[in-house]
């Protein structure tokens, strides 16, 4: 499979019959092949994980369908307002948390598992053509020098609960946040999920353009039990190829 970074905590993954394109808000997209099919996510709705723009892409992708979290829940009169038409709902199927469903996406069987985020709506765990992928969305350790005691036991109570669910998973690829904002604990939640799972590839994302964070981690001791399999991104639209 072949894996674009975009921006931000937007990535496609491109399989044999499909392409999975994840939190898309903005940034220059890969040309996908016609002949895919394309499936949008969106973990929630947050500027910098949804925007309405991605239903432009029908009018390059004629398959396209979208898998939104139910935050992002369109009313009729929302859509009618912002010029989305009946035939585009028809291609939206909204997803909750701690849900397990099976589709077919380019005449393939995807599972498609959802967690509890610990901010808005939910995270992604899919697998597709035996391969396995984890979108983290805002899923993550969200502590803050300064928060109170109370705050800080409920968000880690939360996080590792969730946590809890992928011990011992594999993930042939993993997209997880490294967020620079959260100073010295900026790793605590990727650090966890690294040494909570079995992943293979382990892509940093929503670090807010600054691309240093990841050499920061992959410098500090704390890393060294999977820093290899840590990816380093260096800018918008690198791309890899994960067997």
Known sequence: MKITYIHHSSFSVEFDAAVFLFDYFEGELPVFPKEKELVVFASHRHHDHFDRSVFCLAEEYPSVRFILSKDIRMSENYRRRM???????????YVGKNQTQELWVGGR??????????????????????????????????????ETEAEYEDMTRRFQAEM?????????????????????????????FMRTTDTDAAFPMHFWGDFSVIGRLLSDPVSEPYGERVQRIAEKGETWEIS
């Open 83 to 93: 010029g989305i038409s009946d035939e585009m709902a028809e291609r939206v199927a």
């Open 109 to 146: 069987p995807l599972r498609m598992e959802t967690l509890a985020s610990t901010d808005e709506g939910v995270a992604f765990v899919l697998e597709y053509e035996g391969k396995r992928l984890y979108h983290a969305g805002d899923l993550n350790w969200w502590t803050w020098i300064g």
């Open 164 to 192: 809890k669910k992928l011990e011992g998973c594999h993930f042939d690829a993993a997209f997880v946040p490294l967020d620079p904002r959260q100073e010295e604990r900026y790793f605590w939640g990727f650090d966890y």
